[in-house]
């Protein structure tokens, strides 16, 4: 069979399904990663509820937004985990799990609109912890909010052609790296402002939290590029690897950029809120 005239602009993961299909344990692993990615967004749900009184309340609104992003992360991965068991079926002749004949067909593009909540969100978030020296936080706000939701919309014209036109894939992935440099360029300088004057643990959690966020939202690129990441080449490679291996990404990814990144806003609020006088160790009733 053709599979590019059978399977049109559907992701590689399609492909393999369709065309070698999957060994238990790539399956299974997908399966289980994908679980674990939502198990650990309710987490998160109840450390942000459950802490949102031993930060000041001028800092609270971070943890409220962590509560939304952990709220739309865990329904969206729900359903993508939906999405994957409910595309692929097993086949006891070939005893692999094979893309589903007349089922829904796997997509990451869930992904990418939930992005269009989180994106805004994390990054309006920090804003809610620091003090700017010198920029102004609405120029700030709207260039965050700009920028990610250009960044995203190309992304997502852009995946739907990772196996059918690499140029186009290409081209839209690129004009989304400038609006991701942007972001980055943006970030910078909010940790940087931010650091001025902030207590000194405060200071080294801002300073972690600039490693992390660099470290993790690179892996959003990786995870577009995976297919040709196996390939290196300008075809993409449609091997079940590659397909765990992004599954794998987009979880560590997500764990990364909104729970533990949460978390350490906390912790940097925590610090702030003490310098300030509000110290919730101390207090009787402080929850
Ligand atoms: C895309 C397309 C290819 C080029 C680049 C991308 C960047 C995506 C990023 C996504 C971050 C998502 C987050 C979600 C949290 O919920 C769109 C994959 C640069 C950085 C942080």
Do not use: C
């Not at 992701?11 to 650990?40: D, K, P, R, W």
């Not at 894939?169 to 440099?181: A, D, K, M």
């Not at 000194?200 to 690179?218: C, P, R």
């Not at 690897?241 to 599954?247: L, N, P, S, W, Y």
């Amino acid at each position: 069979m053709d599979l590019i005239s059978s399977l049109g602009n559907a992701t590689f993961e399609n492909y393999v399904g369709m065309e070698s299909g999957f060994t238990e344990m790539a399956y299974q692993m997908s399966a289980h990663v994908l679980t674990l990615g939502y198990a650990i967004m309710l987490a998160g749900l109840l450390y942000f509820v459950l802490t949102i009184k031993t930060v000041a309340p001028k800092y609270r609104i971070s943890s409220v937004l962590s509560v939304v992003v952990m709220i739309s992360a865990f329904l969206l991965l729900f359903v993508q985990s939906q999405n994957w068991t409910g595309a692929m079926v097993y086949d006891a002749e070939s005893a692999r799990y094979m893309l589903g004949d007349g089922n829904d067909l796997f997509n990451n593009g869930y992904r990418y609109l939930n992005w269009l909540i989180d994106v805004p969100m994390l990054l309006f978030q920090i804003l809610f912890v620091v003090s700017l020296t010198k920029s102004s936080f609405s120029s700030i706000r709207n260039g965050f909010w700009f920028s990610g939701t250009a960044m995203i919309i190309t992304g997502y014209i852009g995946q739907f052609y990772e196996v059918t036109n690499p140029t186009l894939f290409f081209v839209w992935g690129f004009i989304s790296t400038i609006f991701f440099f942007h972001i980055l360029y943006l970030m910078k300088k909010v940790i940087t402002e931010g650091k001025e004057g902030a207590p000194a643990k405060a200071q080294k959690y801002l300073g972690t939290i600039w490693t992390l966020f660099l470290f993790s939202w690179m892996l959003y690129p990786g995870a577009y590029l995976m297919p040709y990441l196996f390939s290196l080449g300008l075809e993409p490679a449609l091997s079940e690897t590659a397909v765990v291996a992004r599954h794998i990404t987009y979880t560590i990814a997500d764990v990364s950029s909104k729970v533990i990144y949460g978390i350490l806003l906390t912790l940097a609020a925590q610090e702030m809120s003490k310098a300030e006088g509000y110290d919730y160790e101390k207090m009787e009733n402080a929850l």
